[in-house]
């Protein structure tokens, strides 16, 4: 185990946002702390508070950091985090959640003061790419859009938070300022990944969770999938997207999305194939 309780014994927790930061040293988020491990994973004892935001909110996270290298040297040279919150009324009129990015440029040990993105409103959690042209791109859950609201963001029995959806912002100013998303999915499409390949073609898998049709039984099914972009995340060809892989769940009504996929994370290998990894909760038994 990589955390350990108030005692100072092992416990399990929620681990998050793995990143290798080179000469053996690895980073992952658990708990409000990151951990560090200096021996290429085999045990974990350094830790960073995660701060909350700028404004003083809770700083939930999901997606790896962004590691950036000196192309000659290897160094790393800045680390760049996405995390988000929730603003909930009396504050707000309409629930929503709100993205934020934060930086480090001593590989993690401190960090500056958040930014709270406008153009990231109704958006959680962001993966982010620098393409090849120098942009970079954050592949961004978007709320449950407001047609399929339910008053509050109380969700119904068939309203989840599988109903989120999927869009792209870009920046041309190293993550200080960010365009409008622009949405490639509506809704049931999101916990995004992002590779560029040797061909600077950039590749997003994506997970499934609303959308297909029930199979003959009535039972939900999900998959994974992949598209790509020709023109450095500007635009992406949904016309000719991947399926990967798809499932029959195993729940109907209120509780169907326990059987979805969870976080699609893609790699590419040495010898040019790329791997693709998901969870899924078919075998779940949860509630029965």
Not at 152 to 178: M, Q
Not at 208 to 237: C, L, M
Request: glycine fraction near 10%; proline fraction near 5%; charge should be neutral.
């Amino acid at each position: 185990p990589v955390t350990v309780d108030k005692d100072g014994n092992p416990a399990s927790a929620l681990g998050l946002g793995l990143a290798y930061l080179g000469d053996g040293n690895a980073l992952l988020y658990s708990g409000r702390y990151r951990w560090f491990s200096r021996d290429y994973g085999k045990t974990w004892s350094d830790t960073v508070a995660i701060a909350q935001t700028s404004d003083e909110k809770y700083w939930a996270m999901w997606c790896s950091p962004l590691v950036e290298r000196d192309h000659k040297t290897r160094k790393v040279i800045r680390i760049a985090e996405t995390g988000y919150a929730w603003f909930k009324p009396p504050e707000v009129t309409h629930a929503h959640q709100q993205g934020y990015i934060r930086f480090s440029t001593d590989e993690g040990k401190t960090w500056g003061k958040s930014i709270k993105v406008p153009e990231w409103e109704r958006v959680s959690e962001v993966a982010l790419l620098r393409a090849d042209n120098g942009d970079l791109l954050g592949a961004c859950r978007t709320d449950i859009p407001h047609w399929m609201e339910v008053k509050g963001l109380v969700f119904s029995p068939s309203l989840n938070d599988g109903y989120e959806g999927l869009g792209v912002s870009v920046s041309k100013d190293d993550g200080l300022t960010w365009s409008t998303v622009r949405k490639l999915y509506d809704y049931g499409r999101h916990h995004p990944s992002l590779l560029m390949l040797p061909n600077q073609n950039i590749v997003m898998t994506y997970v499934v969770r609303a959308g297909y049709v029930d199979d003959k039984n009535g039972f939900p099914q999900f998959g994974i999938e992949a598209v790509i972009s020709h023109d450095n995340g500007k635009t992406w060809d949904l016309d000719h997207r991947y399926v990967l892989h798809t499932w029959v769940g195993n729940r109907k009504g209120k509780r169907d999305h326990y059987a979805s996929p969870y976080c699609a994370s893609l790699s590419l290998l040495p010898d040019g194939s790329i791997i693709t990894v998901f969870g899924t909760g078919y075998r779940s038994q949860f509630g029965l």
